[in-house]
T-cell receptor, first 113, second 113 residues
Framework: ETGVTQSPTHLIKTRGQQVTLRCSSQ?????VSWYQQALGQGPQFIFQ???????GRGNFPPRFSGLQFPNYSSELNVNALELDDSALYLC????????????FGPGTRLTVT | QQQVKQSPQSLIVQKGGISIINCAYE??????FPWYQQFPGKGPALLIA?????SEKKEGRFTISFNKSAKQFSLHIMDSQPGDSATYFC????????????FGEGTQLTVNP
């Protein structure tokens, strides 16, 4: 059974640019959640995708958007990058939208300069 | 509004000692309380979780104590080992928000040999 994988591992972007982060969910899981973890902080919920539809969103602006594909992998897109977007972006998958247990990937470290 | 408050921010324990991390929550609708362990450069890993219908759950050296009336829960690590040195996060979730997790700020645990 393959765990949650994310790519790339690290990324450096310039303020104002756009970025796409990718996540492959654990085998058999149809729900993916994205979190932003600033340095020294707990993860903050961005949004969740269930069967290719957005299923809840946290307090993040519309320039944070996402997609989920038929194979349940997912993308997080961030437009008009700001310095404060520098963080570890975590993807978590769960068996179903109602399943409490979430399994996290290793994250993508985004640095905005 | 921070809905889950965690303390202490950092903790140093001697090998063989007991590590205790505390969390308090505000939203009485929360009905699932997990603890995650995170090593540097890795994503959070689910350690143990509890529902509010029980006051204690034990798995190996890890125990969650839950006090519903006080809206508090804690993680106890018995016989702490240097390999337990990591950052620990408490979190909370509620059924109506699916598997969306609200995290505490984290506790950096150091276990000295």
């Amino acid at each position: 059974e393959t765990g949650v994988t994310q790519s790339p591992t690290h990324l450096i972007k310039t303020r104002g640019q756009q970025v796409t982060l990718r996540c492959s969910s654990q085998s058999g899981h149809n729900t993916v959640s994205w979190y932003q973890q600033a340095l020294g902080q707990g993860p903050q919920f961005i949004f969740q995708y269930y069967r290719e539809e957005e299923n809840g969103r946290g307090n993040f602006p519309p320039r944070f958007s996402g997609l989920q594909f038929p194979n349940y992998s997912s993308e997080l897109n961030v437009n008009a990058l700001e310095l404060d977007d520098s963080a570890l972006y975590l993807c978590a998958s769960s068996l179903d939208a109602g399943d409490y247990e979430q399994y996290f990937g290793p994250g993508t470290r985004l640095t905005v300069t | 509004q921070q809905q889950v408050k965690q303390s202490p921010q950092s903790l140093i324990v001697q090998k063989g000692g007991i590590s205790i991390i505390n969390c308090a929550y505000e939203n009485t609708a929360f009905d699932y309380f997990p603890w995650y362990q995170q090593f540097p450069g890795k994503g959070p890993a689910l350690l143990i979780a509890i529902r509010p219908d029980v006051s204690e759950k034990k798995e190996g050296r890890f125990t969650i104590s839950f006090n519903k009336s006080a809206k508090q829960f804690s993680l106890h690590i018995m016989d702490s080992q240097p390999g337990d040195s990591a950052t620990y996060f408490c979190a909370a979730s509620r059924e109506t928000s699916g598997s969306r997790l609200t995290f505490g700020e984290g506790t950096q645990l150091t276990v000295n040999p």
